[in-house]
Nanobody, 120 residues
Framework: QVRLVESGGGLVQAGGSLVLFCTASGTSISRSTMGWYRQTPGKERELVARIDSGGSTTYSDSVKGRFTVSRDNAKNTMSLQMNGLKPEDTAVYYC??????????????WGQGTQVTVSS
């Protein structure tokens, strides 16, 4: 069974830092595109950062320069270093893996999310 588990969320003050981790089991992420998404009540889930199998990264404009996504294929993990946190970063953060791409489209796996709360 494929499982993605996020950890590292918590409560921090504005300007603080957190590191999120996504640990995968039942799947090897080495050849997969991975990503971090976040969602707040009433809003759609949005991409925060993405890292492909070769290590190329993509960031949303709102986090560029503050967040860094990385992966450790040997440990089957992905991380998100978050610096200079702002209240608007408050959300549930989700780990995503594109398991495979079929003729009908990509097959995505998601973690259950970890809460990040940034106080003013």
């Amino acid at each position: 069974q494929v499982r993605l588990v996020e950890s590292g969320g918590g409560l921090v003050q504005a300007g603080g830092s957190l590191v999120l981790f996504c640990t995968a089991s039942g799947t090897s992420i080495s050849r997969s595109t991975m990503g971090w998404y976040r969602q707040t009540p009433g809003k759609e889930r949005e991409l925060v950062a993405r890292i492909d199998s070769g290590g190329s990264t993509t960031y949303s404009d709102s986090v560029k320069g503050r967040f860094t996504v990385s992966r450790d294929n040997a440990k089957n993990t992905m991380s998100l270093q978050m610096n200079g946190l702002k209240p608007e970063d408050t959300a549930v953060y989700y780990c995503n893996e594109v398991m495979r791409v079929t003729k009908e489209g990509p097959i995505n796996y998601w973690g259950q999310g970890t809460q990040v709360t940034v106080s003013s």
